[in-house]
């Protein structure tokens, strides 16, 4: 009976002793599955975020953070530096998705993968690092600014003339542009830790569109070709046009068998290109336009392309004499309808250089001559067209007065040879054109009396 209740007692509290492991076991995982704050072992660098509230661990990691943003970053270019600051740069930290990290340590999986995270992270430790954020607008903004200082445009090969008219090779020159995801990597490394902050900026190498050894594979030894025509300094919107299409063909090379189009290259004749007004010819008169000058840039080179022998496929005179060209020579083009369009038809490549001076234009055509003849241009004239006048009445004038207010100018019809000549003389000549200008009609007035009398 003794032994009986003996057992009962140690059955009892043994019981008692279970249901207090068992409570207090339960109550402890019901607490830690519970518990609203950040686990003990949760860092951020060197800083402890546990037991702290998901507010608290914010305001802390804000505080922690912050001054970092504020501090300047010294970005290195070729022994320059540029200094900004984080914020400026669009960078800065997502101090929510932080939090969220911290708090979610130990809190992911099922019960037991949650269970064995926090005892790692109890015993071990875990570090956090920043999240970033970045304000995109705000870094290109920036980087325009900078890029205008350090970066630089790549330069193809080209040829330079010399006055005896000898041809260089000036080498090409890579350019550089900004990394900007290498940048922004850098930027958020450097911010994982302590100020100060400095970093060499990363570039990416923009090759030439024609690099040293491709310029110099293609053989050009000489100038084949030149032509020269010369304009008025002081009509300054003419200038700056001539010089804007004349920079747009510089340089470009003609392979064999390719077709070169002046309006495809030249692009459309307007403001928003940096044209300016200055005269063109329309229905035979001049009158402003945007672009006037820019036929001088086609005719010098169609000049130039007859003398290399180049094959013509399009080609339009004007409908009136040109100043700075003989007639039958001149080549007007007018975007998307008149275009002056050559054909390399030799085996050699072809370079056009154009250059603007003082008063005048020059188009050289570079490449290799392998002919022992030279063509020549030679301008027959074939008739002239009289110009008629028209004459109106003025009530002002005496009997017998007249006042020019137009002059006239006759027409002429022409016809431009192509001659090859070689060293014995006249080898052949071929037509290359029959062009007719028509003639401006002049006005005079004359007394109203002698008006009526013969109208």
């Known amino acids: 009976m003794l032994d009986l209740s003996k057992r009962n007692i140690i059955l009892a509290i043994f019981v008692v002793f279970a249901c207090l492991v068992i409570g207090s076991l339960t109550g402890y995982l019901t607490y830690d599955f519970l518990r609203t704050d950040v686990f003990d072992g949760v860092y951020l660098d060197n800083l402890h975020l546990g037991r702290l509230s998901k507010q608290a661990a914010r305001q802390r990691i804000e505080e922690y953070l912050a001054p970092r943003l504020k501090e300047p970053i010294h970005l290195v270019v070729d022994d320059q530096v540029y200094t900004y600051t984080p914020q400026a740069l669009g960078l800065s930290f997502n101090y929510e998705a932080i939090t969220e990290l911290a708090f979610q340590a130990g809190r992911r999986g099922n019960w037991w993968q949650q269970r064995a995270a926090r005892q790692r992270i109890l015993k071990s430790g875990l570090r956090i690092t920043p999240i970033f954020q970045w304000n995109d607008n705000q870094l290109q903004k920036a980087l325009v600014t900078l890029g205008k200082k350090v970066e630089r445009r790549p330069v193809s090969a080209r040829w330079e003339v010399s006055s005896g008219k000898q041809v260089k090779l000036v080498p090409a020159l890579s350019g550089r542009k900004i990394a900007v995801d290498e940048l922004k990597a850098k930027l958020e490394s450097v911010l994982t830790d302590d100020p100060p902050y400095e970093i060499d900026l990363p570039f990416v190498i923009v090759?030439?569109?024609?690099?040293?050894?491709?310029?110099?594979?293609?053989?050009?030894e000489e100038v084949i070709s030149s032509f020269q025509t010369y304009f008025n300094p002081e009509n300054t919107g003419r200038v700056k046009n001539i010089t804007l299409a004349a920079q747009a063909i510089d340089g470009k090379i003609l392979l064999p068998g390719e077709t070169f189009s002046f309006n495809r290259?030249?692009?459309?004749?307007?403001?928003e290109s940096g044209y300016e007004e200055a005269p063109i010819i329309v229905n035979g008169e001049l009158v402003p336009g945007i672009g006037g000058g820019v036929c001088q840039v086609?005719?010098?080179?169609?000049?130039a392309a007859v003398?290399?022998?180049?094959?013509?496929?399009?080609?339009?005179?004007?409908?009136l004499p040109s100043a700075y060209v003989e007639l039958g020579r001149d080549a007007t083009v007018f975007y998307d309808y008149l275009d002056l369009k050559l054909h390399n038809q030799s085996a050699q490549p072809v370079v056009i250089d154009a250059e603007v001076k003082d008063n005048y234009i020059e188009v050289r055509l570079l490449g290799k001559w392998v002919y022992d003849w030279r063509?020549?241009?030679?301008?027959?004239?074939?008739?002239?067209?009289?110009?008629e006048?028209?004459?109106?009445?003025d009530p002002s004038l005496e009997p017998g007065d007249r006042r020019v207010v137009k002059e006239a100018m006759p027409g002429s019809k022409v016809r431009v040879w192509?001659?090859?000549?070689?060293?014995?003389?006249?080898?052949?000549?071929?037509?290359?054109?029959?062009d007719t200008y028509q003639p401006i009609n002049g006005v005079v007035k004359i007394p109203a009396d002698s008006y009526l009398a013969t109208n």
């Open 207 to 220: 090759k030439p569109q024609l690099d040293t050894e491709e310029a110099a594979n293609l053989g050009v």
């Open 265 to 271: 290259c030249v692009g459309p004749r307007i403001p």
């Open 298 to 303: 086609s005719t010098t080179l169609y000049n």
């Open 307 to 319: 003398l290399a022998d180049l094959g013509i496929l399009e080609r339009n005179h004007h409908s």
């Open 375 to 387: 063509v020549q241009v030679e301008v027959e004239k074939l008739e002239t067209i009289p110009p």
């Open 389 to 393: 006048w028209k004459e109106e009445p």
């Open 418 to 434: 192509k001659k090859y000549v070689g060293p014995q003389g006249l080898i052949s000549r071929e037509i290359l054109s029959v």
